[in-house]
Nanobody
Framework: QVQLLESGGGLVQAGGSLRLSCVAS????????MGWFRQAPGKEREFVAA????????NYADSVKGRFTISRDNAKNTVYLQMNSLKPEDTAVYYC?????????????????????WGQGTQVTVSS
């Protein structure tokens, strides 16, 4: 049984930082890209960042470039999202995800319909 478990969300003031973690279990027979999406109330789920299996490639949404950094540790089956200079518009539920398709054809295909597994989400709230 595959599980993705996020942690690290919380309440932070604008300009502050948070580090999200996502531990994957049950994924033992393939290589896969990992990444993050977010969903604010009343809005569609949107891509945030993705990273390839060996961390040789990363991709970011324009809205977070220069502020967020994605990384992964395959020995720990964990992906991280370091979020700096947070803004109120970053407030959302953040979801961890995996995609074998994106690993094969490129991180620009780390789309909702190419996701194999989702985490349950962690809330990030940025106050102004």
């Amino acid at each position: 049984q595959v599980q993705l478990l996020e942690s690290g969300g919380g309440l932070v003031q604008a300009g502050g930082s948070l580090r999200l973690s996502c531990v994957a279990s049950g994924l033992t027979d393939s290589t896969y890209a990992m990444g993050w999406f977010r969903q604010a109330p009343g809005k569609e789920r949107e891509f945030v960042a993705a990273i390839s299996w060996l961390s040789t490639s990363t991709n970011y949404a324009d809205s977070v470039k220069g502020r967020f950094t994605i990384s992964r540790d395959n020995a720990k089956n964990t992906v991280y999202l370091q979020m700096n200079s947070l803004k109120p518009e970053d407030t959302a539920v953040y979801y961890c995800a995996t995609s074998r398709t994106a690993q094969v054809i490129g991180l620009t295909s780390f789309w909702v319909h190419n996701i194999d597994y989702w985490g349950q989400g962690t809330q990030v709230t940025v106050s102004s």
